[in-house]
T-cell receptor, first 113, second 114 residues
Framework: SAVISQKPSRDICQRGTSLTIQCQVD?????MFWYRQQPGQSLTLIAT?????????ESGFVIDKFPISRPNLTFSTLTVSNMSPEDSSIYLC??????????FGPGTRLTVL | AQTVTQSQPEMSVQEAETVTLSCTYD???????LFWYKQPPSRQMILVIR??????QNATENRFSVNFQKAAKSFSLKISDSQLGDAAMYFC???????????FGKGTKLTVNP
């Protein structure tokens, strides 16, 4: 089965700084997504990462705050910009197989002080 | 917009017993998919089971089975012969046909007691 890795697995950052999270899939997927999971909460879709073009953002999320890249079919990055304590969350990437199954990375736990 | 509701924030079960986790959803669509995901403390989301709305037969995967009641918009997960490794957060999710986006419920924390 396909595997997704994320780096870093966790980080503690100062407010006002930015963090870039990397997501690597070991096989081609049709689509990649980024989710946020706030403490004790469910997963909320941030955006769909589109290969070679701008990501498609969900309501409440904007490119200036969460720039996303996907230079090829198996790699994507999410940047959390100008961070505040409210951005403390787990960020997960996922990939969609041709079968329709969506599988997830292990997540990046971000703490903003 | 579609919504997914899990009314049980926490559940517990004795090892080897059976437990049922509830999920209801709201949609006006006829073509959709439903999922149960498991998130253990390691945070890795794992797909447990998937149900296509057009299928009347309930999906099963080993000890995991669902009770899909389309008219009632209910999608419960039954775990039989519970094991300690089943302890995790369980999320119910909805996906509209033709869309790849998942809408998640708030989750149910399952504790398995030895």
């Amino acid at each position: 089965s396909a595997v997704i890795s994320q780096k870093p697995s966790r980080d503690i950052c100062q407010r006002g700084t930015s963090l870039t999270i990397q997501c690597q899939v070991d096989s081609q997927v049709t689509m990649m997504f980024w989710y946020r999971q706030q403490p004790g909460q469910s997963l909320t879709l941030i955006a769909t990462a589109n290969q070679g073009s701008e990501a498609t953002y969900e309501s409440g999320f904007v490119i200036d705050k969460f720039p996303i890249s996907r230079p090829n079919l198996t790699f994507s990055t999410l940047t959390v910009s100008n961070m505040s304590p409210e951005d403390s969350s787990i960020y997960l990437c996922s990939g969609l197989r041709g079968s329709g199954e969506q599988f997830f990375g292990p997540g990046t736990r971000l703490t903003v002080l | 917009a579609q919504t997914v509701t899990q009314s049980q924030p926490e559940m517990s079960v004795q090892e080897a017993e059976t437990v049922t986790l509830s999920c209801t959803y709201d949609t006006s669509e006829s073509d959709y998919y439903l999922f149960w995901y498991k998130q253990p403390p390691s945070r890795q989301m794992i797909l447990v089971i998937r149900q296509e709305a057009y299928k009347q037969q309930n999906a099963t995967e080993n000890r995991f089975s669902v009770n899909f009641q389309k008219a009632a918009k209910s999608f419960s997960l039954k775990i039989s012969d519970s094991q300690l490794g089943d302890a995790a957060m369980y999320f119910c999710a909805y996906q509209q046909g033709g869309s790849e986006k998942l809408v998640f419920g708030k989750g149910t924390k399952l504790t398995v007691n030895p």
